[in-house]
């Protein structure tokens, strides 16, 4: 069935198409995989093709979207290989910025973290998916920020963000999915930033990485045998 959207006004239009295109995907109007077509999307929004692709360059630095090779643009669908090659490097990389959080965090760092931290426990108690996905992508990409190095932090940024954006979609389809059970599994790692322990913020991003790993696997497997 085809997906319609309402035509918008003017104001702020590409951050609202942007909005509405996100929030198609996340609640799985728009399925992974499926193609966007630029100029039926300006069409429906009743806006200018330069505009709709705009937002869709937002929501493809987002994670949300990406282009193919033959330069058609899809909803983000990450294959198990794909998903396995994000978390080899994500392992690597994240793990190095969990140590240099710890070893350059300033009380005020920690004051974020742990804001952040209770954020992404309000919002698994609430059950509310799209908040949680935010606040949990906003506290990984405090730690990044820590480490005050932004080659680190862009590396980080691009490998991840696709991760997150696919997440968005598992934590909010119909899956058995416990978010609070989720949400706990960061505070040991904001346990060993807060005290300064490079080698257990390491040990806990690790340890959390494997079972962030299995649940991400499981959806990607299951999405591509529905091909």
Do not use: C
Not at 136 to 153: A, G, P, R
Not at 177 to 195: C, E, G, R
């Amino acid at each position: 069935m085809e997906v319609m959207f309402e035509r918008l006004a003017n104001s702020t239009l590409r951050s609202r198409i942007a909005e509405q295109l996100r929030d198609a995907i996340v609640d799985g109007t728009l399925k992974t995989g499926e193609r966007i077509v630029e100029r039926k999307l300006a069409a429906q929004f009743g806006a200018s093709l330069a505009v709709v692709r705009e937002a869709i360059i937002q929501l493809e630095a987002e994670g949300f979207i990406t282009k193919w090779p033959n330069t058609s643009t899809h909803v983000i669908q990450l294959s198990f290989a794909e998903t396995e090659k994000i978390f080899a490097v994500r392992k690597v990389l994240e793990s190095f910025a969990a140590e240099e959080a710890a070893r350059r965090a300033s009380p005020q760092d920690i004051e974020s973290l742990q804001k952040l931290f209770m954020e992404i426990v309000d919002a698994a108690r609430s059950q509310d998916s799209r908040k949680f996905v935010r606040k949990d992508l906003s506290f990984h990409e405090k730690i990044w920020q820590i480490t005050d190095n932004e080659y680190l932090q862009s590396a980080l940024r691009r490998v991840v963000v696709p991760l997150f954006a696919f997440s968005s979609i598992r934590v909010a389809s119909h899956r058995s999915f416990d978010l609070l059970q989720d949400a706990n599994t960061h505070l040991p790692l904001l346990n060993a930033i807060k005290s300064r322990d490079p080698r257990a913020a390491r040990d806990a991003l690790l340890s959390a990485l494997t079972l962030w790993r299995s649940e991400t696997v499981s959806v990607a497997e299951e999405t591509s045998s529905q091909k």
